[in-house]
């Protein structure tokens, strides 16, 4: 199943290149000016997380294209909800402020130490269970940081509901 993920973010990035030569390979002018603009609107990933669900949506262009389940905060811990650009992204990082410096592989953070990351706790994704955070399965925090890679920070929106 990994590998059938990996082909898809590998077919959607050489779409999001070929698009992007296109656009930006012949003609000048405002039409090109408003084809960037377009293009840049048109290439973004919105990473919906519902709280009440423990689910995360993925749209690429608007289209649904991944649903993972998720781990948010569990009791006396909550996760910020809004809509967030991602602020900084590391393939490891360890928490400074819980469990002795857990790791967080694949971290995109989102709001000061709140992030998107992975998780070994795979048995408690669909429930509440971190600090904050927004866990994810080892393999769909991989596929979310290379998306988040392909696409850019800029053009990636973290929304998080009740």
């Not at 998780?119 to 399965?137: E, K």
Request: aromatic letters at 10%.
């Amino acid at each position: 199943m990994y590998t059938a993920i990996s082909a898809k973010l590998i077919n959607i990035a050489a779409a999001v290149t070929a698009g992007t030569v296109l656009l930006f390979g012949a003609g000048n002018g405002v039409a090109d000016a408003a084809n960037r603009a377009a293009n840049r609107a048109a290439n973004q990933i919105v990473a919906r997380i519902s709280l009440s669900q423990q689910t995360m949506e993925v749209l690429v262009d608007g289209r649904p294209t991944f649903a993972w389940k998720v781990s948010t905060g569990g009791r006396g811990h909550l996760t910020p909800t809004g809509s967030f650009k991602p602020t900084r992204m590391h393939q490891m990082w360890y928490s400074r402020k819980y469990d002795d410096n857990a790791p967080m592989p694949h971290s995109v953070f989102f709001k000061g130490g709140y992030a998107v990351h992975a998780t070994n706790f795979v048995r408690r994704l669909g429930q509440p269970a971190s600090h904050g955070c927004v866990r994810l399965h080892p393999d769909n925090a991989a596929d979310f940081y290379q998306l988040v890679e392909i696409f850019g920070p800029t053009n990636t929106r973290i929304v998080i509901v009740k």
